[in-house]
Structure formats: C-alpha cells, structure tokens
C-alpha cells in the first residue's frame, strides 16, 4: 500500500513515521524549503517525549517532483492550504486512491468531495498532537487516537484495511459512526479555546482561571450546537464543556497556547475561518443567528490583517 503524505509538517510527518517505522510504504510531499531540504540531506529527526529516537530516511518531494499514483493520500495541511493541496494531488490520484482528512475544523467534506468521489473519502478527527522543532525534526509527545469514517459506505473493506495498518504501527485508528459529531466536539472546544486565548492572550489555563470563563463557553457553544444540530449532528453542549474544563490543570493542556495562538503569534494566517467562521457561515444556511462567532470571527481576522500589514 503506497501512502502518500501531502503535508510533511507536524501532524504529517509524525503520522508519517509511526507507519515507515513499521515498515509501510511511505512518501512526504511539502513545498517548504528549509523543512524539505534538511530531510532530503539528513533524514527526519524524531524527538518523541523528549527522546531523541535519531534520523529517519522517508522519501520527501516538493510537490512538482512527484510521480506515480498511491493508494491512499492522507492530507496533512492546514484548512485552508486543503483546496490548493487536492489541485495539486490531482495527477497522483487513482479512481480507488483513499483520501484520509483528519484536519481540524469544520467544512472539510464539502471541499473534498469537489475533487475525490465520496466512497474514496475518509473523514476523521484526531487526539493526537504534535510539533516541529525547526526544519527536518519531529518534537511531539504523548499519545492519542483518530477516529475516522468513509463518507460514502456502500464498500468499506479497504477502509478497514487501512484502520488495521494504523493501528499495526501504533495509531490507534477507529472506525467510528460517530465521527461527525467528534469533529463537532473538537471543533466547538477549538472555537473556544483557540478563539478566546488568541483575543485574551492567554494559555488555556489561565482562561479557566477567569471567574467568568463559563458565561464566555457558554455564550459561543449555544451557537456551536445550534448550528451543529441543524447540520443533522448529535452536538452536545456539556459534552463540549465538559472537556474544555477538564484540561484547565497545568498537568493536562492548562500551559498550552492554542494552536491558533501560536500562528497568530508567529504571523502566520489561523484557521478561523473552519471553527468560528465556519459555525457563522453554516448559520446563515439555517438563518440561526450567530453574533458571538461573527464578532470573534472578524477579531482575528483585524489581528491577522494589522500583523500581515506590521
Ligand atoms: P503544519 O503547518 O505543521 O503542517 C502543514 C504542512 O503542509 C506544512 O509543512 C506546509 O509547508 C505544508 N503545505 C501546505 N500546503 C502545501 C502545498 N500546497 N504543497 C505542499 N506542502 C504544503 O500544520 P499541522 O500542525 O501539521 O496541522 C495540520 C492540520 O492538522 C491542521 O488542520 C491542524 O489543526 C490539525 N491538527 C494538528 C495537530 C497538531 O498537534 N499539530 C493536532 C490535531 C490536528
């Protein structure tokens, strides 16, 4: 099975490695510069908790070097690097390629299915995390699981297959009938957390630490569910909350900065328009009212353009 990973950064390639440590067909593909040359010369670096595991040589091209076909692309950009990525992969793609998206956010299945059949779509959404300690090095910790579901099902033994290779190398990979509303979960939990640390400028700990931090959850996640239960979806708000409470102690996420704060901060464009941006864009559809993630929506924005403009 050749697997191509279109997005080398930090969740691609640690993804990545876990499946070319176990000895599965692995190619990167990335169009940055420093990150692709570094692999090509020294390997990738792979630094898990703490642990330097050494160097690994996974073939990586920029995008206009690559041939053949693969069996299964996993999409590994940021949301809105999602559509140039499907133009791109375009001549790479078999018509029984699998398309395995895990991105965070909200909105990913409309644009896939604008490239890739839905019967060959695997839509999903992960636990685990990851970083990049600079180009060519994989710094992540910890463990996680993804769950994922094809969004057409009428054959789902190559799913399946896919599922038990995962999880062969370790990447504990469900098949889930319930992946649309864990998306929504994830989703709502990220137009809080990553929303309103960006704005507060904040860890997530120190938002918990806001006497009123429930109010603000509160105000955001009835648009979350509203819209989420007019998409068809099982969208529970004390689910969500639930979770966003529960990793405020600096042992689980309360140190973190949110990963919409950390490209706010290195001025690079943020994926609100797939949390908050796509909550107010599915609202309109239902003509739901949705002030809170339109505010928060054009907040970020006025941040990102005033830094874009610094
Ligand atoms: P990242 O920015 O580290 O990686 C994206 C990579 O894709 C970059 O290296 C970039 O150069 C490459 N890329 C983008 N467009 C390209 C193109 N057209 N051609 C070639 N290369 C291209 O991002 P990430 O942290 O790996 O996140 C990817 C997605 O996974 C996001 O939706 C994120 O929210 C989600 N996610 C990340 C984590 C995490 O811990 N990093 C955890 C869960 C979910």
Redesign the pocket.
């Known amino acids: 099975m050749k697997i191509l990973f279109?997005?080398?950064?930090?969740?691609?390639s640690r993804f990545a490695y876990m499946l070319h440590k176990n000895g599965e067909d692995v190619t990167l593909?990335?169009?940055?510069q420093d990150?692709v040359e570094k692999i090509k010369k020294e390997g990738l670096k792979v630094i898990i908790d703490g642990e330097d595991l050494g160097n690994f040589n996974i073939p990586i091209f920029y995008?206009h070097e690559l041939t053949g076909k693969y069996d299964v692309v996993f999409v590994?950009?940021?949301?809105m690097?999602l559509r140039?990525?499907l133009e791109?992969l375009k001549p790479y793609l078999k018509e029984t390629t699998k398309v395995i998206c895990?991105?965070?956010?909200l909105g990913h299945v409309d644009t896939l299915k604008e490239y890739i059949n839905p019967e060959n779509i695997l839509i999903g959404v992960?636990?685990?995390?990851?970083?990049?300690g600079g180009p060519g090095v994989l710094n992540a910790v910890g463990t996680g699981k993804t769950e994922i579901k094809q969004v057409s099902e009428a054959d789902i033994s190559t799913a399946k297959d896919i599922v038990a290779k995962f999880n062969e190398a370790g990447l504990n990979l469900i098949y889930s009938d319930n992946v649309y509303q864990s998306i929504w979960h994830k989703a709502g939990l990220n137009c809080v957390l990553n929303a309103y640390c960006t704005i507060i400028d904040c860890n997530i700990g120190e938002y918990g630490s806001y006497s009123e931090h429930q109010k603000l959850t509160d105000m955001l996640l009835e648009e979350v569910v509203s819209v989420g239960i007019a998409e068809g979806v099982d969208v529970k708000h004390d689910v969500i909350s639930g979770n966003i409470n529960r990793i405020f102690p600096p042992t689980l996420a309360g140190l973190h900065y949110p990963?919409l704060y950390q490209d706010m901060k290195n001025g690079r464009l943020t994926?609100i328009d797939y949390l908050n941006g796509a909550v107010s864009r599915l609202g309109k559809k239902h003509n739901i009212k949705t002030p809170v993630c339109d505010l928060v929506t054009h907040i970020i924005h006025a941040k990102e353009e005033i830094n874009n403009n610094k």
């Open positions: 279109a997005g080398a950064g930090a969740l691609g593909i990335d169009s940055w990150h995008p590994a950009t940021k949301s690097q140039p990525m791109t895990i991105l965070n956010g992960t636990v685990w995390t990851s970083g990049l990963s994926e």
